[in-house]
């Protein structure tokens, strides 16, 4: 009897093992969670692109455009069409995201916390006026005392109470008037109240400096732009690098014309804005999305921590929407941006908002940003694919070169496989 009780019980424990050594087996061979695979665009899909770009071009909705998609891994697709493909692009503010990625560089490193007033570092802003009541006909304005105090947040997300000379009719009056800049004048809003597309990231920079001691141009050479190798990214343009640079054009007068060619410095020399002024290519502006597709990391350079790309993306304005932007300077800027009125503004980054109507474009969460020659960008952390699209037209906003942006969004979404 307790022969066969010991025989019974080890036939158990037999029995035990070989279950749970199947199990091994079976995890070790099909893992519960497979890695998902990343899109592509086929053969098919890349013709479809060029095709699109070129119809756009003989169409006359842009004058020439250099355009790349990438993932995190690199390029799924590079065109270009009446420009080589390593055209040098004045890509205005396209800075931006950039001197919003060095200031929180700066809060990882604990130099800073973006919830920071900004009369911390600078000195003035501890004594802010707002407009209550303005004369268009003489330039005068009354003013009262910012409620609220001004914040590196507020900076980032466009809700500091600066404004944009071209765009807002206000300071397009008081900046011609007084020839200061617009952070020199009194307030449009309250921070933290209201979205205006605003000079808030030239503040920025100035954060930038006077923590680093440094000017921008040198600092983001370091820290941002050699990591992550984008050799052709500056507030100049050598002299060997010149010939690559694209002719700028305009539509203010409905057929497109050539800008007068514009002098651009072969060395950089200060003063270095933060809210514009860089040269870049696609390929170079596509490594800045890569870092970000990839959380803040590209190959072997880190420039941010996961955590802090998260939260570049999130919400940062509170209850308020990004606005639609007046067209206070006509042959600068159509009204803008697309979704105004449903989107949020990130830290440094225009975030999609969940739009049925935009179905078949770039996905919710989405960041971007744009430059005033119609140079765009956007990183789509859903799909993990971001995309570069660049032309030199004026005005901002132009409905040719919206066209020719959406119509490349469309097919880059309806060609990912």
């Given at each position: ?9 080890l036939l158990r424990t037999i029995v035990l093992l070989s279950a749970a050594a199947a199990v091994v087996s079976l995890s070790a061979q099909a893992p519960a969670t497979a890695p998902p695979q990343s899109l592509r665009l086929t053969d098919a899909g890349k013709a479809a692109l ?148 605003s000079a808030s990231t030239r503040v920025l920079g100035f954060i930038v400096e006077k923590v680093t001691g440094s000017p921008l141009e040198p ?199």
């Amino acid at each position: 009897m307790a022969y066969a009780h010991a025989h019974m019980k080890l036939l158990r424990t037999i029995v035990l093992l070989s279950a749970a050594a199947a199990v091994v087996s079976l995890s070790a061979q099909a893992p519960a969670t497979a890695p998902p695979q990343s899109l592509r665009l086929t053969d098919a899909g890349k013709a479809a692109l060029t095709a699109q770009m070129n119809g756009a071009v003989k169409m006359g909705d842009a004058p020439a455009i250099v355009e790349i998609v990438v993932d995190r891994n690199g390029v799924l697709y590079t065109g270009a069409a009446g420009l080589p493909a390593n055209t040098i692009f004045n890509i205005a503010s396209m800075t931006k995201p950039v001197t919003s990625v060095a200031i929180m560089m700066l809060a990882e490193q604990g130099k800073l916390k973006i919830d920071d007033p900004v009369s911390k570092y600078l000195p003035g802003y501890d004594t802010l006026q707002v407009i209550t009541k303005f004369n268009a006909a003489d330039g005068t304005y009354e003013t009262r005392p910012a409620k609220t105090v001004m914040t590196i947040t507020h900076l980032l997300a466009h809700t500091s109470g600066i404004g944009y000379s071209f765009t807002n009719p206000i300071e397009y009056a008081l900046v011609n008037k007084t020839q200061k800049g617009e952070w020199e004048l009194p307030l449009l809003d309250d921070p933290g109240t209201k979205f205006n597309y605003s000079a808030s990231t030239r503040v920025l920079g100035f954060i930038v400096e006077k923590v680093t001691g440094s000017p921008l141009e040198p600092w983001y050479q370091q820290h941002i732009f050699k990591p992550l190798g984008m050799v052709d990214t500056s507030w100049a343009v050598a002299a060997d690098k010149q010939a690559r640079l694209a002719p700028q054009f305009t539509r203010a007068s409905g057929k497109i014309e050539p800008l007068p060619k514009a002098t651009v410095p072969t060395t950089p020399t200060p003063p270095f804005r933060g809210d514009g002024g860089l040269y870049s290519t696609v390929d170079d502006y596509s490594k800045f999305v890569r870092m970000l597709l990839n959380d803040g990391t590209l190959g072997g350079a880190k420039i941010l921590s996961p955590a802090s790309v998260k939260q570049m993306g999130q919400n940062a304005m509170g209850s308020i929407f990004v606005e639609r932007q007046p067209d206070a300077n006509k042959e600068r800027t159509k009204p803008f941006p697309l979704g105004a009125g449903k989107d949020k503004f990130g830290l440094g980054f225009q975030i999609a908002a969940d739009d049925p109507a935009t179905k078949g474009f770039r996905s919710p969460g989405s960041m971007s940003w744009a430059g005033i020659f119609n140079t765009e960008f956007w990183v789509d952390p859903v799909k993990k694919i971001g995309a570069v699209h660049m032309m030199q037209l004026l005005p901002f906003y132009d409905d040719g070169a919206i066209r020719a942006l959406r119509g490349f969004e469309q097919t880059v979404y309806r060609e990912l496989k």
